[in-house]
């Protein structure tokens, strides 16, 4: 098992930037869990928004913030990383955390069992 907790959220203006952590704990290595950052605004479905793979060497990006976030990790720390830079409105939603086991160094948008508990994102025009 592992518990997920977000933070870095905040209030932004349009083209800032914000770094959001979250850091795990488990009794396991953190380096056998691929993770992913989704995010759900109001009266929308929960989406993803970048996903990691168990080294950080792999990564995938939702197309609406291709070349705006970045993902990242560091297993000796436990934690992961959702650099967001050029932030525009319809980045405001609450974001999540979440992890799964993988056997392999691969990267999937589904399949997570562990959450974090959300950090709230807004972003003002």
């Known amino acids: 098992q592992v518990q997920l907790v977000e933070s870095g959220g905040g209030l932004v203006q349009a083209g800032g930037s914000l770094r959001l952590s979250c850091a795990a704990s488990?009794?396991?290595?953190?380096?056998?869990?691929?993770v992913g950052w989704f995010r759900q605004a109001p009266g929308k479905e929960r989406e993803s928004v970048a996903v990691?793979?168990?080294?950080?060497?792999?990564?995938d990006y939702a197309d609406s913030v291709k070349g705006r976030f970045t993902i990242s990790r560091d297993n000796a720390k436990n934690a992961v990383y959702l650099q967001m830079n050029s932030l525009k409105p319809e980045d405001t939603a609450v974001y999540y955390c979440?992890?799964?086991?993988?056997?392999?160094?691969?990267?999937?948008?589904?399949?997570?069992?562990?959450w974090g508990q959300g950090t709230q994102v807004t972003v003002s025009s």
């Open positions: 990691i793979s168990r080294s950080g060497y792999n990564t």
């Open positions: 488990t009794r396991t290595s953190f380096s056998i869990y691929a």
């Open positions: 979440a992890a799964a086991y993988r056997p392999s160094d691969t990267v999937q948008a589904s399949g997570y069992g562990y």
